[in-house]
């Protein structure tokens, strides 16, 4: 019998990919997909006859990790493999925190993928070698998460923090290259840095995280 999974991930591209990769699989079988974690939740309660979810972190409406708690609660038999490119290590304790059964990077090649999805049903932990370290470590020092911040791992370069004032006022691309003097391309650049360094997919998130953290 197939192995019966779903995907949570707010970029459909993404889905795609991960769906592309699982193709190659007889034994999987993709039986739906959510853009964020309600939508899994939602579709959950049409058909809860899953065996294991894919499951991002940063989505809007509900996170993953909000989702893991959740579905963990009212579905403790679906297996849940974390697959995001964030891997620092307060997304890592929260995780496992919430019920995750396995910690992947969406970078993972479709072989290993298989093999991670295959080892978590049949009761093991699928992780990246960098994820098994990191949670190794929190594992002997558990208090060491308290020390982490969200300031202290957001790092903005000047100029990232002058682009990321610019968009606070609303404020398009091209009037912000004006502003800083700097060429349009360049302010995209300066963006993409800014949401990868955020974790965070849109301008509206990336502004709200850093008022909340106090970069703007």
Same mark, same amino acid.
């Not at 009212?74 to 995001?84: C, F, H």
């Not at 290590?89 to 919430?98: G, L, Q, R, Y």
């Given at each position: 019998m197939k192995t019966r999974l779903a995907i949570a991930d707010d970029n459909s591209f993404l889905i795609s990919a991960v769906k592309e990769k699982l193709s190659f699989f007889d034994d999987l079988e993709v039986r739906?997909?959510?853009?964020?974690g309600q939508e899994i939740v939602d579709k959950l309660k049409d058909n809860s006859n899953i065996d294991l979810i894919l499951m991002d972190i940063e989505m809007p409406n509900m996170n993953g990790i909000e989702a893991t708690q959740v579905i963990k609660q #009212?579905?403790?038999? &679906? #297996? &849940?493999?974390?697959?995001?490119v964030f891997d620092n290590?307060?997304? /890592?304790?929260? +995780? /496992? #925190? +919430?019920g995750a059964d396995g910690y992947l990077l969406k970078e993972i090649n479709a072989g290993d993928l298989h093999s991670g999805i295959v080892e978590t049903l049949n009761g093991g932990a699928a992780m990246n070698p960098s994820i098994a370290l990191k949670t190794l470590k929190l594992l002997r020092n558990p208090s060491s998460i308290e020390n982490i911040s969200e300031q202290e791992e957001i790092k903005l370069t000047k100029r990232e923090i002058d682009v990321l004032e610019q968009l606070g006022k609303g404020l398009s691309y091209n009037k912000i290259a004006d502003n800083l003097i700097l060429s349009t391309g360049t302010i995209r650049k300066h963006i993409e840095n800014i949401y990868r360094k955020l974790q965070v997919h849109n301008k509206l998130e990336a502004v709200q995280k850093a008022r909340r953290n106090n970069l703007i």
């Open positions: 739906f997909t959510g853009l964020n #009212k579905y403790p038999q &679906i #297996k &849940i493999i974390m697959l995001t290590d307060e997304n /890592i304790f929260n +995780a /496992i #925190k +919430a």
